[in-house]
């Protein structure tokens, strides 16, 4: 099983860059789909973006695109988020998560079985 740990989320103005790192343990990392999700005080968590095993295939929530990447390097065992131009309403946990070996990429929380703990984005105005 794959072991999850999120870092990189700190305090930043809007208008700013920030890249989240998500370290993964475990043989099964680069077989895995993953994706970043996030949830913001009050709200339910939703999906940010996922990437394929192999890195090629990746997806965005539709309001996100253009702003946020998502990467992998499977050599490190890391998957990323580089999030530009941020805005308040980016403010929330971010977590990473992972799908069981060999399947598909998905949007939905329901898809993925392995967690990490989260790291918190604060974007101030």
């Known amino acids: 099983q794959v072991q999850l740990v999120e870092s990189g989320g700190v305090l930043v103005q809007a208008g700013g860059s920030l890249t989240l790192s998500c370290a993964a343990s475990?043989?099964?990392?680069?077989?895995?789909?993953m994706g970043w999700f996030r949830q913001a005080p009050g709200k339910e968590r939703e999906f940010v973006a996922a990437?394929?095993?192999?890195?090629?295939?990746?997806y965005y929530a539709d309001s996100l695109k253009g702003r946020f990447t998502i990467s992998r390097d499977n050599a490190k065992s890391t998957v990323y988020l580089q999030m530009n131009s941020l805005k308040p309403e980016d403010t929330a946990v971010y977590y990473c998560?992972?799908?069981?070996?060999?399947?598909?990429?998905?949007?939905?929380?329901?898809?993925?079985?392995?967690w990490g703990q989260g790291t918190q984005v604060t974007v101030s105005s």
């Open positions: 998560a992972a799908r069981r070996p060999g399947t598909g990429t998905a949007t939905s929380a329901y898809e993925y079985f392995n």
């Open positions: 475990g043989r099964t990392f680069s077989s895995s789909p």
């Open positions: 990437i394929s095993w192999r890195g090629g295939t990746t």
